[in-house]
C-alpha cells in the first residue's frame, strides 16, 4: 500500500467509524509495508474525563494493540513530566528523535530506558496540536524501531508525509467520543444517547412508565454552616459515591442531584409484567445504597467526622422524558405527577422514622415483601397515601 492509498484509506474509514483501533493497526501495517522498520507506535492524546487525564493506544509489530487509560493523580503526573513527550512542550517544540543504541550513553526518560531494555534501537515523536478552546489540546504519537540502523531519512519522511491523515482522524474520533463520554457524564449515559440521538427541541419527551429512586442526604444544611466548605464538598461526593453505585449497578440513572440527593430512573418497558423486575432491582438499589451509606458513615465516625444520614423513596408512575427549560438552556429530565409525589413521600422519612419508604404503586409490583407503614396525608395530594418499608433485617 503506497503513502496515496493509505492517505484515502485513513480519510474513508475515519469518515464512516469510530474504530480507533483499526484506525492504528491499518496505519502501522501501511508504513511497515512500505519498508519504515517499525516495532512500536503508540498515540497518546489527553482526556475530558473524570476518572482519566489521558489515554495511550499502542500497536507492536507481531503482538497487536494494547489500551491504557491513564487516571488522575500526583504518581501520573509525575510520570508526565519526565516523559519526552513533556519535555519537547516545554521547549515548545513539535518533534523529537533519540538514539537508544548510541555506545556509552544513558537515555534521558525512564520510557526511553525501557524501550532499550527492550531492544529498541531509535525513538521518534511528533506531538501535533487541536483547534483552542478544549482540554483536547493536541496528541503525541511515537514511532520506535528495532532495526539495528534506526530510521532513514526515507523512513521519517514518508510517516511525516501520511501523519496529517492520521492526526485529523484522531482528532476527529476523539472529539465524537469525548462528547459521547462527557454527554454521559453530566446527562447519564441513556439520556445522553437521546440527546445526541436528536432529541433535542424544548418540549420534546415521551411518556413513559417508570421506577423512580430519589435520595436525600438528612442534616447537609446544618452540616454546611459549620463546616468548611472544600470539607463538605469531599464528603458529599463520599456520600453520593455510596449512594450512587447500586443504582448504577442496578441499571439505573441519575438523571440529576438535586443540592444533597438525587433523582434517580428505571425505565420500565412492560408495565403490564408482574411482579415487576425493574422494580425489584430499584428496591434492590435502594436497600444497598442505605446500606453504603450506614457503612460510610460508621467508617466516619471511627475517624471522627462528621455523619449524613439518607433517606430515600421508590415510588412507580408514568412521567414525561424529555426536554424543559429555556429556548437556549434546556434540562433532559422527567417531570410529572408521580415526581411530585416522590418528592412528598421522602419529607416524610424522618416523621415516620424509616430511611426507606415504598409507595403503594411501587408495592403492587413488588415481589419483595414489605412491611405496611401506615395511610399518609401528603401536601398538595388530593388523598392519602400508603406507604410501606422494607421488614428489619
Keep these: 500500500m503506497d503513502m496515496t492509498e493509505l492517505a484515502r484509506w485513513i480519510a474513508g474509514h475515519a469518515t464512516a467509524t469510530d474504530d480507533h483501533d483499526t484506525l492504528l493497526a491499518r496505519f502501522c501495517e501501511g508504513l511497515a509495508g512500505a519498508g519504515v522498520p517499525l516495532w512500536r507506535v503508540s498515540v497518546m ?8 487525564r489521558g489515554v495511550s493506544l499502542s500497536w507492536h509489530a507481531g503482538e497487536g494493540l494494547s489500551f491504557v487509560a491513564n487516571p488522575h493523580g500526583a504518581e501520573q503526573e509525575s510520570g508526565w513530566r519526565l516523559s519526552p513527550i513533556y519535555a519537547l512542550l516545554e521547549r515548545n517544540e513539535t518533534f523529537g528523535r533519540w538514539r537508544l543504541d548510541a555506545p556509552g550513553s544513558e537515555p534521558d526518560f525512564p520510557i526511553l530506558r525501557d524501550l532499550r531494555a527492550e531492544g529498541g534501537s ?6 501535533v496540536g487541536f483547534a483552542p478552546g478544549t482540554a483536547l489540546r493536541g496528541v503525541a504519537i511515537s514511532f520506535c524501531s528495532r532495526a539495528p540502523a534506526g530510521f532513514a531519512d526515507a523512513h521519517l519522511a514518508a510517516i511525516a508525509e501520511i501523519l496529517p491523515f492520521l492526526t485529523l482522524a484522531v482528532a476527529k474520533i476523539g472529539l465524537t467520543n469525548t462528547l459521547r463520554e462527557v454527554s454521559a457524564t453530566y446527562l447519564g449515559r441513556s439520556t445522553a444517547e437521546r440527546v445526541l440521538d436528536g432529541q433535542i427541541l424544548r418540549g420534546e419527551g415521551r411518556a413513559v412508565p417508570a421506577a423512580i429512586l430519589l435520595t ?4 447537609f444544611t446544618a452540616l454546611s454552616d459549620r463546616a468548611d466548605s472544600a470539607d463538605m464538598v469531599t464528603w458529599l461526593n463520599e456520600h453520593f459515591d455510596a449512594l450512587g453505585d447500586p443504582v448504577a449497578r442496578h441499571g439505573g440513572e441519575i438523571l440529576k442531584f438535586l443540592g444533597d440527593g438525587f433523582l434517580a430512573i428505571f425505565p420500565v418497558a412492560d408495565a403490564g409484567a408482574l411482579p415487576c423486575p425493574v422494580c425489584g432491582s430499584a428496591l434492590d438499589a435502594a436497600a444497598e445504597a442505605l446500606a453504603a451509606n450506614v457503612a460510610l458513615n460508621a467508617r466516619r465516625r471511627a475517624a471522627g467526622l462528621p455523619e449524613l444520614a439518607a433517606d430515600c423513596v421508590v415510588h412507580f408512575g408514568t412521567v414525561v422524558y424529555g426536554n424543559v427549560g429555556t429556548g437556549r438552556r434546556l434540562d433532559f ?3 410529572g405527577r408521580a415526581v411530585n409525589e416522590a418528592s412528598r413521600i421522602e419529607s416524610q422519612c424522618e416523621a415516620l422514622g424509616h430511611a426507606l419508604l415504598v409507595s403503594d404503586s411501587f408495592a403492587e409490583r413488588c415481589a419483595r415483601t414489605l ?5 399518609v396525608e401528603l401536601r398538595g395530594l388530593a388523598r392519602p397515601m400508603r406507604i410501606w418499608t422494607l421488614p428489619p433485617g
Design 45 to 52: 492524546t489527553p482526556a475530558i474525563d473524570p476518572t482519566m
Design 122 to 127: 531509535d525513538y521518534a515523536v511528533h506531538i
Design 216 to 219: 436525600d442526604l438528612r442534616g
Design 333 to 335: 429530565t422527567i417531570i
Design 371 to 375: 412491611e405496611p407503614v401506615g395511610v
